[in-house]
């Protein structure tokens, strides 16, 4: 079992800057593939950015690639995604995610078996 915790979202202008971080529990996080996802209100969850076990292997979704930034650090264990130059279109809750097959295949949400509870990230204009 594996759980998730998401924290840092917000409120910010449209313009700003706001840094989520993800912390798991379990003993094999060095394995996982990550990866963040994010639903506004209204819409389907969608893919925001995947991260492979060790770092080597990133994605991003394209509406906001340019602006976010995911890492992962296994020394301390903890995932984030920097968002740079926000829009009110990122309005929405921000969720993290851990597929423990560690394949790096970040798009496809039935491969992620744990989810954080989602942290609120809202953008004003």
């Known amino acids: 079992q594996v759980q998730l915790t998401e924290s840092g979202g917000g409120l910010v202008q449209a313009g700003g800057s706001l840094r989520l971080s993800c912390t798991a529990s379990?003993?094999?996080?060095?394995?996982?593939?990550m990866g963040w996802f994010r639903q506004a209100p209204g819409k389907s969850r969608e893919f925001v950015a995947g991260?492979?076990?060790?770092?080597?292997?990133?994605e991003y979704a394209d509406a906001v690639k340019g602006r976010f930034t995911i890492t992962k650090d296994n020394d301390i264990e903890v995932m984030t995604l920097q968002m740079d130059s926000l829009e009110l279109e990122d309005t929405a809750v921000y969720y993290c995610?851990?597929?423990?097959?560690?394949?790096?295949?970040?798009?496809?949400?039935?491969?992620?078996?744990?989810w954080g509870p989602g942290t609120q990230v809202s953008v004003s204009s």
């Open positions: 379990g003993r094999r996080f060095q394995d996982y593939t």
């Open positions: 995610a851990v597929d423990t097959a560690g394949w790096p295949v970040f798009r496809i949400e039935s491969l992620y078996e744990y």
């Open positions: 991260i492979s076990w060790n770092g080597d292997v990133i």
